[in-house]
């Protein structure tokens, strides 16, 4: 992974560039007729583009991008316009070598900063986010030797986002404490195996406090750090394949128990470990996946809304990435690869144009460049009995629609529901309409037809009359604050027998997809 300091004047970008991502005429990709991504884009950035962060930087409603460039000593933002063209935005210059990126709101202001490490010189840097775009110089956090990852994440419990870094070469986990102003302070740093690579945070044992799981390459292990309320305490290490180096934490097989993903350069493959957990953090034997050649990061991914959450590979030395596609209860699919630049190092997953489903974006190391796929898959039709009984809904004020079925919707929007019998067939009658909540990967299942329930999730009726009036009926109501991405499904009946459905008639379901 070496590779000639071909730019030593910086970013090979001039400050007004324009950047129009052009996709490639390359065929869709599928796997089972459902894993479906449009050719690969590239966008041309800077020397060794390593680090990768999405969040909406400046605040108009789309995805961008930040970029770290291991020779140039910079971080790059690339300002979406929500249909994947990107201009570049500011060039922020680091201390030597940045690296890991993640973007958070660490001062509370309602924008997201952005935190990486520099392992050339040992530091952490936190960018504040001024807003309008502009983001502060660096503040530079020295962390000790040899810094090569990072979370964020709310260790001490007081309602901010602190930091850990993982330290390499000394093998240690550092903690840096925020004040909730973005202020930081580095607590000390502590053994925690041999080769540390990558850490994630998620509730393994489901006692409400979240646990971490750090990648131990040097071990060929991950060691599991278990929260009891006060500390993280070591809970054992588990066996993965050769040199992990990154982690996800995510329910892969719908039992309701956070499963462990890594990616194993050395042997090729990736690692789940299913979760088997008690009283005591435990996993079933490990699970391999043979991906292309060196895979250096897998990611979740969402790419149907169906049948559970997928996975994706970046494979280094196989210039490709890896899609596998889950068949609902864990098990996966053979992989299917897309070629890309050269030497991908690292992937993201986020909706880069706001058709809610989750494109790809991957850095690719030695060709300079970034490249973006297009996630094509068909958006879901929820259809009811095609009765005269029709649903309607819209956001903060819009006028509801009957044929706009999916929304996305933030925490906290008001969601207004009209149930209506436009030709009084229903009128008069006991009516009403139900709502439950699912994870977007798990969507309802149909026990008798066109009834969208799932065995995930709540449900509760939002909407109730005993007679259906002429005129409709209608109901207001607030998305709730949610922790993560949830979807809502919305549905009309009435208990009449019909001859699609001999209990009910039934609405076209709308689903509310929520992102916080």
Known sequence: MNKPHTNPTGIGLGSGTVLLLMFLCLPAVAVGQQLRFEGAGLLPVGNGPTGLAASDFNGDGSVDLAVSHVFDNAIVLLHN??????????????????????????????????????????????????????????????????????????????????????????????????????????????????????????????????????????????????????????????????????????????????????????????????????????????????????????????????LGYDLVAVNFDGLNISLMNNDGVGGFSAPQNIYLGLNPINVLVADLDNDFDDDIVVANFTSDDISVLRNTTPTPAYPGTNEDLILSSGVNGATPTATDTIKKVNELDMVTVELLSPNGTFNGLFSGVGAQAFLPAFPPLQPFPNLYLNDFGFGAIVLQTTGLAPTGESITFQIPPATIPLSVMLQGASLTPTAANGVMALTDAHELRIRN
């Open 81 to 306: 316009d929500g249909s994947m063209n990107f201009s570049l935005g500011q060039i922020i210059q680091t201390p030597l070598n940045p690296g890991a990126l993640t973007a958070a709101d660490f001062d509370g202001d309602g924008d997201d900063d952005i935190a990486g490490i520099c392992r050339g010189a040992g530091s952490l840097i936190y960018v504040e986010n001024m807003g309008g775009a502009v983001f502060a110089s660096p503040i530079v956090i020295p962390v000790g030797l040899d810094p090569v990852n990072l979370v964020a994440e709310d260790f001490d419990s007081d309602g901010d986002l602190d930091i850990m870094v993982l330290n390499n070469l000394p093998n240690q986990l550092t903690a840096i404490e925020n004040d909730g102003s973005g202020n930081f302070t580095v607590l000390g740093s502590s053994f925690i195996g041999i080769l540390p690579t990558a850490i994630a945070f998620g509730d393994l044992d489901n006692d409400g406090d979240r646990d971490a799981v750090v990648t131990l390459g040097g071990q060929n292990q991950v060691v599991v750090l278990q929260n009891n309320g006060t500390a993280l305490v070591p809970a054992g290490t588990f066996t993965t394949g050769l040199f992990p180096v990154s982690v996800e934490i995510v329910d892969l097989d719908h039992d309701h128990k956070l499963d462990v993903v890594t990616a194993n350069p050395a042997s090729d493959d990736v690692t789940i470990l299913y979760n088997s957990s008690g009283s005591q953090i435990s996993f079933l034997s490990p699970v391999s996946i043979m991906a292309s050649d060196a895979p250096v990061g897998a990611k979740v991914i969402d790419h149907d809304h169906a």
